[in-house]
């Protein structure tokens, strides 16, 4: 089963977001489930919920790593959550654990994932008109599409849910092609 990630912002106590922006991540979710594909998420409010409630109640799979240990600050369109207590560091599951992600809006939580995800040679799709750093990240790398010289993999970038689904399951087909840097496993990986 293809999983693709939806990244964006959450909200904090007092906070919401426009509503143009959750309505986005709520379609993205509902399009990641009628393509038969997974949903990952973050689990918690804002985008996330808004993606994960899409897809949810169109029978999908929805898998949140919460940044918490308490299970219960889950959203409660999860299927499945993993309460990491990992805080941020949660973002590395996030981004990694996903064949594709799509941004949707997004503060330096978002943009710390989607440079994870570029690192690790995972395929970005942006929503541009949704604010944040999904409005920003274009004019701020090189050439448009790369995060910097080495050329991993370039983002795409698209106006509206439909095409950020279509792109994020064409590009979750690509060969990943990240950093490459090696992780340590213990004396059971060698």
């Not at 299927?79 to 941004?103: E, Q």
Request: aromatic residues 6%; glycine residues 14%; proline residues 4%.
């Amino acid at each position: 089963m293809i999983a693709i990630g939806v990244i964006g912002r959450s909200w904090r106590e007092g906070e919401s977001l426009a509503p143009h922006i959750l309505e986005t991540a709520e379609a993205v979710g509902r399009g990641v489930a009628e393509a038969g594909a997974a949903l990952i998420s973050g689990g918690t409010g804002g985008v996330m919920e808004a993606a994960c409630k899409g897809a949810f109640e169109a029978g999908g799979l929805t898998v949140g790593f919460l940044p918490y240990a308490d299970r219960a600050k889950a959203n409660p369109y999860l299927t499945l959550a993993f309460p990491t207590g990992m805080g941020t560091i949660r973002n590395v599951l996030t981004a990694r654990c996903c064949d594709a992600i799509v941004m949707v809006g997004g503060g330096v939580g978002t943009l710390n994932e989607v440079t994870i995800a570029y690192d690790s040679g995972v395929p970005t799709v942006v929503i541009e008109g949704t604010t944040g750093w999904a409005d920003r990240l274009r004019s701020s790398i090189e050439d448009g599409q790369w995060l910097d010289d080495r050329h991993v993999t370039p983002l795409t970038f698209v106006s509206d849910p439909a095409s950020a689904v279509s792109a994020a399951l064409e590009r979750a087909r690509e060969p990943r092609h990240g950093s490459r840097l090696g992780a340590f496993t213990g004396w059971a990986g060698q």
